[in-house]
């Protein structure tokens, strides 16, 4: 019997669960790898998802993707499904896509209710905007719709960011949104509109993919187009950090480093991270050779030849440049498949065609997430091999990769 078989036959029992998630606790090295089961096992995945992840805030998208009232966005996160609907006040909300009568998905991609219904496809229930069951055709004269809305989700707009929880008790919020106002807010992100989206699945655990995201030790060998504009671990980067910062502080701005991300004790708020970054020399944004790419944002009068980077949560990732905006967002889907979705946005009121040209503006950012899957999944190639044995990380750049996979281990040694 494999370490792998005997690990999910351990976990099958929940009495057993703790005592075997705390054996390989045990075996983990301090800056080392994660041992395999925590990629392989099934197990575990269901756990992740359950005890790890659920109590954590997943950005959606941004309020521009859903203009009118009546729109509405599907977000699937592994089995479960939520629709986010404009109302008819302009309120976001988010609902269970889960039929109130036999369970039906009710919503299958992002669309338009029309007539502001959302109406299921099986037996045509018929929700308003508002989840309220307003039609149940041919059912009982007594029966009382009222007690069969659809199941309300908390849900947060910041900076037109839309943040869902799918747990009844998520985390506290307040830090992350004022992370999100300090960082965000000065690259005028409340806005901005959508000006693409992409999706790509990696074949992957959820973990390597974060793990990948959060360090650049890889950027180098994998991501040269990255490496042409971007000034981050350049033996000139201080250099570079203080002709942002002077660039940045000439027009007024000043954007707080805030270090609130994976770490064991968070006193139940969301974790939050923000920091910026130098392009190089230069380089005004992270496009082929670090020329323009759309009209400025925010408060910004002129390039800094900078970046931010904001962290909201475990799973998503907010970069800006001076003139463009794009949102990582990552979804677990089963044990070995997760989404990254990758969301620019640009000034509210550019203009695709004149203000900006669509496939330049998300050259950088489409090459750079195309090649990550491939990383990632030779990545997962490699930890299903009985020869893996975990490696250590590199110090200090792989510094929040390690952060990571701690914040991981407590998390899920604390929920069992
Ligand atoms: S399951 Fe939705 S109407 Fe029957
Ligand atoms: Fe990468």
Avoid at 96 to 111: F, L, P, Y
Avoid at 121 to 134: E, I, K, N, T, V
Avoid at 269 to 291: F, H, I, L, V, W
Wanted: charged letters at 20%; one cysteine or more.
């Amino acid at each position: 019997m494999n370490e792998i078989t005997k690990i999910e036959q351990a976990l099958s029992s929940d009495a057993n669960a703790k005592a075997s998630i705390g054996s390989l606790l045990d075996k983990q090295r301090k800056n080392y790898g994660l041992q395999p089961e925590f990629y392989l096992s099934d197990h575990i995945y269901r756990l992740d998802i359950e005890k790890v992840l659920m109590p954590h805030w997943q950005c959606v998208n941004h309020v521009s993707a859903i203009p009118n009232a009546g729109d509405y966005i599907v977000f699937d996160y592994d089995r479960e499904s939520v629709i986010v609907v404009r109302d008819a006040d302009n309120e976001i909300r988010s609902f269970a896509n889960v039929c109130r009568h036999r369970g039906s998905r009710i919503c299958e991609t992002s669309g338009h209710a029309r007539g502001g219904m959302l109406i299921c496809p099986y037996h045509a229930w018929s929700y308003g905007l508002d989840g309220s069951l307003a039609h149940a055709r041919m059912m009982p004269r007594d029966f009382d719709k009222q007690g069969f809305g659809l199941k309300p989700l908390p849900t947060k707009v910041v900076q037109g960011l839309i943040f869902v929880s799918l747990s009844d008790t998520p985390l506290a919020f307040d830090d992350c949104e004022e992370n999100i106002n300090a960082t965000l807010g000065i690259y005028g992100w409340a806005n901005a509109k959508v000006a693409y989206q992409s999706s790509v699945v990696f074949s992957a655990n959820w973990k390597l993919a974060l793990e990948n995201q959060v360090e650049c030790y890889h950027c180098a060998p994998s991501h040269p187009e990255f490496s042409v504009v971007h000034g981050q671990s350049t033996a000139t980067e201080k250099k570079l950090i203080a002709e942002m910062n002077a660039k940045a502080a000439a027009q007024g701005i000043r954007v707080e480093t805030r270090d609130h991300w994976a770490l064991a004790a968070l006193d139940g708020q969301e974790q939050a991270y923000s920091n910026r970054y130098p392009m190089t020399a230069n380089a005004c944004t992270a496009s082929k050779d670090g020329s323009p790419l759309a009209p400025l944002m925010g408060k910004f009068q002129s390039y800094d030849n900078g970046m931010a980077v904001c962290y909201i949560g475990p799973m998503n990732h907010c970069l800006s440049y001076g003139d463009y905006g794009a949102i990582f967002r990552y979804t677990p889907k089963s044990l070995f498949e997760t989404e990254l979705a990758v969301i620019w946005l640009v000034r509210g009121d550019a203009v695709e065609g004149k203000d900006y040209d669509r496939d330049e503006l998300t050259w950088m950012w489409r090459v750079t997430a195309g090649a990550d899957k491939k990383i990632v999944e030779d990545n997962q190639r490699g930890v299903s091999s009985r020869f893996y044995t975990p490696g250590p990380y590199a110090l200090p750049i792989e510094e929040k990769t390690v952060r990571f996979t701690e914040w991981y281990m407590s998390s899920l040694a604390n929920a069992l």
